[in-house]
């Protein structure tokens, strides 16, 4: 994995006299009179309490610096509001040692820190492309100009007028110059009367709007002109087709190289037993509590929880643990998944799609939604192991299934998924009339997974020459407790 930069500022030791103690105390009553840096009404506790505590430690010091290094040092507090704002945006591009330097100040290495991949995008193309494209760009950096007064004064109803006024430039731009439309190719579909497409194209940029000013991005209005045209652009790629698959949702293209570089961790070498001793523990625990209990006693389902933050490599952890063992591996995430900042591995679109959005409309009852996608997922797969002769060859369709970083795989497991979603789509209908209103969950599952579920079974019992070779000798004990034919389902 990549990591953020360890260089940290430099700490400032600053020395009073008690000489100096009365010149800094007019110089604090007149900092504070004739430049608020603090207010009790727009500032967080947080950061108000920030600036009396920088006061107070530098009143007990002497030898007092110029006071404009004091004064400074106190205006960098500012920028501390974006580690406030942070928390409401995904996590960003992880940042390497090459780009910072040593000459990076504070209130650099904070903007460095919480740039995203567009904003960065921003800055580097907005310049070139306001040149090529020449007089019409600006009247684009105006318009921008007027969004950034609108979400200065806090007036959505202005803001809605000044992004109207926005895409009607740009359309007038994109007429005359081929430049617009070559850097952001979905921008032509609202020359096509498209009322949906332009709406969510206004709205996203009004959304990243108010985004660039509570983050307070330091944006200039060439800047401002490229990344809304980025979230345009974006937005209408994505609002072509809600239900559409996988493999036809995009990411942010100012996001690919996280994600790449995201892909391309999950694909080193794996250091260390997690995987296996972590095996060993759900072992343990659904014996403990499945093992000669009558039925009524036993868990609603044979699982165990994974419960860590973010990044410390839960979904890493049990990839790698389908290398020894059959594993089936879906990932529903809460919100879109063409963004790596929002997790990585991206989550299935064509699951989430059908248990977010269609699934969530339709009647019927948990139990029975989530019967029909586990039949679905089971049953495909089974189909797609029987065509297959030899152990390895089925164990290795099921490993390069959960393959992430190979384009080839990957596309391999959007067809795969697209097919259980399409499945579950066409048997809903059917099951809602077959099934009762007051059906047990047992009944739910015993009629609609049996069936899939022993030929399923069937299928990777005949993988077990295949796992015994691939497997270490922990491994292997490890293997043999869970039966054969008994897959890890997360």
């Keep these: 994995m990549s990591h953020v930069s360890s260089n940290q500022p430099p700490n400032i030791h600053i020395n009073i006299n008690e000489d100096a103690q009365h010149r800094i105390n007019r110089h604090v009553i007149g900092l504070v009179a004739n430049a608020p840096l603090s207010s009790a009404v727009t500032d967080p506790p947080i950061i108000a309490n920030a600036y009396r505590t ?44 090459d780009s910072m330097n040593a000459s990076t100040n504070a209130p650099q290495l904070i903007d460095a820190l919480h740039v995203s991949p567009r904003t960065r995008l921003a800055k580097q193309s907005a310049s070139k492309l306001a040149r090529d494209v020449g007089k019409r760009w600006k009247s684009l950096s105006r ?71 509570r983050s307070r991005l330091h944006l200039d209005p060439d800047e401002m002109a490229y990344y809304l045209l980025a979230v345009a652009d974006l937005s209408i790629d994505q609002g072509q087709d809600p ?22 961790s999950f694909r080193r070498l794996y250091k260390g037993d997690a995987h296996l001793r972590f095996l060993r523990f759900a072992i343990t625990v659904n ?43 879906v990932c529903i ?18 699951i989430m799609d059908l248990a977010l959005i269609h699934l ?5 009852s948990a139990d029975l939604k989530a019967a029909l996608l586990f039949a679905a997922w089971f049953d495909i797969l089974a189909s797609r192991l029987e065509d297959l002769d030899s152990p390895h060859a089925k164990f290795e369709y099921l490993v390069q299934l959960n393959n992430f970083g190979n384009a080839e795989h990957e596309e391999q497991r959007n067809h795969f998924f697209d097919a259980v ?51 270490t000798t922990t491994s292997t004990s490890a293997t043999s407790a869970t039966g054969a034919d008994e897959p890890l389902v997360f």
């Design 54 to 97: 920088v006061i107070q430690n530098v009143a007990r010091h002497a030898d007092l610096p110029p006071f404009a290094t004091f004064a400074e040092a106190i205006r960098n507090l500012s920028r501390l509001h974006s580690d406030l704002e942070s928390q409401r945006q995904p996590p960003t591009t992880p940042l390497g040692h």
């Design 143 to 213: 318009r921008c100009a007027d969004i950034s007064s609108s979400t200065a004064s806090g007036d959505q109803d202005d803001l809605e007028l000044t992004v109207q006024d926005f895409f009607v430039t740009m359309a007038t731009v994109l007429q005359t110059s081929s430049l617009l439309g070559s850097r952001f190719s979905n921008l032509d579909l609202l020359n096509h009367s498209h009322p949906a497409l332009l709406k969510q194209a206004q709205e996203a940029v009004s959304n990243a709007a108010w985004h660039i000013h």
């Design 243 to 264: 239900e559409a698959s996988a493999q036809n949702a995009r990411s942010d293209p100012s996001e690919e190289p996280l994600r790449l570089q995201l892909a391309q």
């Design 287 to 329: 014996m403990a509590l499945f093992r000669d209990k009558p039925e009524g006693d036993r868990p609603y389902y044979r699982g165990t929880t994974i419960v860590q933050s973010s990044g410390t490599g839960k979904s890493r952890m049990l990839l790698q643990l389908g290398r020894s063992v059959p594993l089936l591996f």
């Design 333 to 350: 995430r809460p919100k879109d998944t063409t963004s790596a900042r929002n997790g990585y591995p991206l989550g299935d679109k064509s």
């Design 360 to 364: 969530a409309s339709k009647p019927g």
């Design 421 to 471: 979603a399409g499945r579950v789509r066409a048997d809903l209908l059917f099951a809602l009339a077959a099934t009762a209103s007051n059906a047990s969950h047992s009944v739910i599952f015993q009629t609609h997974l049996n069936v899939p579920l022993r030929r399923l079974s069937d299928q990777i019992s005949l993988m077990q020459p295949a796992i015994s070779t691939t497997t």
